[in-house]
């Protein structure tokens, strides 16, 4: 079974811009969380969805935002592009909303 | 909100030794805590769990425990070997409803041949 994916591998930005990442989860899997992780640090929640519905969110600026889609794939995007939102981005995958397996993460580069 | 203390930052140890991480947690509601192991370049991967209504749990060379009382886990593996070297992290959360998870800053496990 394939596992989480997620698109692009890599992309660089340049501040002020916007950006989508996309992540298909686990083939029967309904729930899709996104994490940012900076260098150094654990990942930081972001947001979880639910059968297409938020069911949780972190402490993150109003420029992210997230959706998911009837096939259960998701796309974080993130407006207004900052430095500091330089990092990892991690999608992650579950059956219900705990247990978690995650995808390789697309690495933003804010410039 | 829930606070995840993780020691220590960076655990080097000899091919064959045991190697224990201790995380400390805040809420007193969070009830799943999970253990990721992350290798360069990929996205963690979960390697053991437990639930508060468990005290240990096992899984051939990994074990978890949990002091609900103390508030603390801990991730315990034995005859480490060269590709165990990654960085792990836990975290705590609250099973079920609206999810939240907080991950300690990780751990370097360094294994020496």
């Known amino acids: 079974d394939a596992g989480v994916t997620q698109s692009p591998t890599h992309l660089i930005k340049t501040r002020g811009q916007h950006v989508t990442l996309r992540c298909s989860p686990i083939?029967?899997?309904?729930?899709v969380s996104w994490y940012q992780q900076v260098l150094g640090q654990g990942p930081q929640f972001i947001f979880q969805y639910y059968e297409k519905e938020e069911r949780g969110r972190g402490n993150f600026p109003d420029r992210f935002s997230a959706r998911q889609f009837p096939n259960y794939s998701s796309e974080l995007n993130v407006n207004a592009l900052l430095l500091g939102d330089s990092a990892l981005y991690l999608c992650?995958?579950?059956?219900?909303?705990?247990?978690?397996?995650f995808g390789p993460g697309t690495r933003l580069t804010v410039l | 909100g829930e606070n995840v203390e993780q020691h220590p930052s960076t655990l080097s140890v000899q091919e064959g030794d045991s190697a224990v991480i201790k995380c400390t947690y805040s809420d007193s509601a969070s009830n799943y805590f999970p253990w990721y192991k992350q290798e360069l370049g990929k996205g963690p991967q979960l390697i053991i769990d437990i639930r508060s209504n468990v005290g240990e749990k096992k899984d051939q060379r990994i074990a978890v425990t949990l002091n609900k009382t103390a508030k603390h886990f801990s991730l315990h593996i034995t005859e480490t070997q060269p590709e165990d070297s990654a960085v792990y992290f836990c975290?705590?959360?609250?099973?079920?409803?609206?999810?939240?998870?907080?991950f300690g800053r990780g751990t370097s496990l360094i294994v020496h041949p």
């Open positions: 992650a995958s579950s059956l219900s909303t705990d247990t978690q397996y």
């Open positions: 975290a705590a959360t609250i099973s079920g409803g609206s999810y939240i998870p907080t």
């Open positions: 083939s029967g899997h309904k729930s």
